[in-house]
């Protein structure tokens, strides 16, 4: 059973940067696909990144796409979250999740195990 906990998250200007970290104990990580979601308040819970597990495919959710980007690092069991570009409307709780084979997919019905959450407040 994996145990996530992510960390990283804080307040920032518009414009400006931020990297979230997930480390992951338990299981086998190198067999996880890993992803990033956020809930605002008021919001439902969304998607905004993935990577595969294997050969590292990634997706993105449209509103971040160009300001974020996802790796990971099998060797330190974490997956990053560079957040550039930061806009006030990207203030959430960030959470990372993970997927046994997972292949970078959208839907988080389809993670097994989350993290606790980080808050992201961009301010204006």
């Known amino acids: 059973q994996a145990q996530l906990v992510e960390s990283g998250g804080g307040l920032v200007q518009a414009g400006g940067s931020l990297r979230l970290s997930c480390a992951a104990s338990?299981?086998?990580?190198?067999?996880?696909?890993m992803g990033w979601f956020r809930q605002a308040p008021g919001k439902e819970r969304e998607f905004v990144t993935a990577i595969s597990w294997g050969d590292g495919t990634t997706s993105y959710a449209d509103s971040v796409k160009g300001r974020f980007t996802i790796s990971r690092d099998n060797a330190k069991k974490t997956v990053y979250l560079q957040m550039s570009s930061l806009k006030p409307e990207d203030t959430a709780v960030y959470y990372c999740a993970s997927a046994i084979l997972g292949r970078a997919q959208v839907d988080q019905r389809t993670y097994d195990y989350w993290g606790q959450g980080t808050q992201v407040t961009v301010s204006s």
């Open positions: 338990g299981g086998t990580f190198s067999n996880y696909g």
